[in-house]
């Protein structure tokens, strides 16, 4: 089992900046893959930010040149850098995680969510 565990959430003004993080831990021997989704209220979950364990990286149109995605592959840990948010933004943020397991098996994991609202 896998668990993912990103806080700092919160509530920011329309462009400002917020960092989160999250951190995987359990059954991991390699962790091939991190992404960050979002859920608007009435809206599906949607991938906006996603990074591999060797570095490519993908980002949705609605955050390009704004969000950054970076991993600590020696702490299995992703960031995520938001700047210039706007109200749009306000979302229920989730980290998801691609890893393989040490006996060899390939799981993929969900955060609890956080809640990221963007208002003045």
């Known amino acids: 089992q896998v668990h993912l565990v990103a806080p700092w959430g919160g509530l920011v003004q329309p462009w400002g900046s917020l960092r989160l993080s999250c951190a995987a831990s359990?059954?991991?021997?390699?962790?091939?893959?991190m992404g960050w989704y979002r859920q608007a209220p009435g809206n599906q979950r949607e991938l906006f930010a996603h990074?591999?364990?060797?570095?490519?990286?993908y980002y949705a149109c609605s955050v390009q040149g704004r969000f950054t995605i970076s991993m600590d592959n020696a702490k299995d840990t992703m960031y995520l850098r938001m700047n210039s948010l706007k109200p749009e933004d306000t979302a229920v943020y989730y980290c998801n995680a691609d890893t393989t397991s040490r006996t060899g098996f390939l799981m993929q994991s969900w955060g609890q969510g956080t809640q990221v609202t963007v208002s003045s």
């Open positions: 359990g059954n991991i021997f390699r962790v091939n893959a």
């Open positions: 990074m591999s364990r060797l570095g490519s990286t």
